[in-house]
Nanobody, 122 residues
Framework: QVQVVESGGGLVQAGGSLRLSCTVSGLIVDNYAMGWFRQAPGKEREGVSC??????HYDDSVKGRFTISRDRAKNTVYLQMNSLKAEDTAMYYC?????????????????WGQGTQVTVSS
């Protein structure tokens, strides 16, 4: 049984930083493209970043501010978020890509966690 648990969210002032963690059991993160998504109230879930075997992807809105990485030993994927803005406020989710498709398309991802809330005050 695959379990995905996100953590590290919280309330931070604009310009601050947070590091999100996505700890996975039942699936080896090295064997999958792993993605971070976010969903703000009233909006669709959107791709934030994705890491594959040797490539990382970022949405234009977070390039230069967010960094995705993974720790093989801990089977965990991280999202380091710097220079946070009010518009980064959302629930953040981690998932594994299960079908071919665009890295930012949540429909090709599965094994969603419960999410971790990020709130940036301006």
């Amino acid at each position: 049984q695959v379990q995905v648990v996100e953590s590290g969210g919280g309330l931070v002032q604009a310009g601050g930083s947070l590091r999100l963690s996505c700890t996975v059991s039942g699936l080896i993160v090295d064997n999958y493209a792993m993605g971070w998504f976010r969903q703000a109230p009233g909006k669709e879930r959107e791709g934030v970043s994705c890491i594959t075997a040797n490539v990382t992807h970022y949405d234009d809105s977070v390039k230069g501010r967010f960094t995705i990485s993974r720790d093989r030993a801990k089977n965990t994927v991280y999202l380091q978020m710097n220079s946070l803005k009010a518009e980064d406020t959302a629930m953040y989710y981690c998932a594994a890509q299960l079908r071919s498709g665009r890295w930012y398309d949540p429909n090709v991802f599965g094994y969603w966690g419960q999410g971790t809330q990020v709130t940036v005050s301006s």
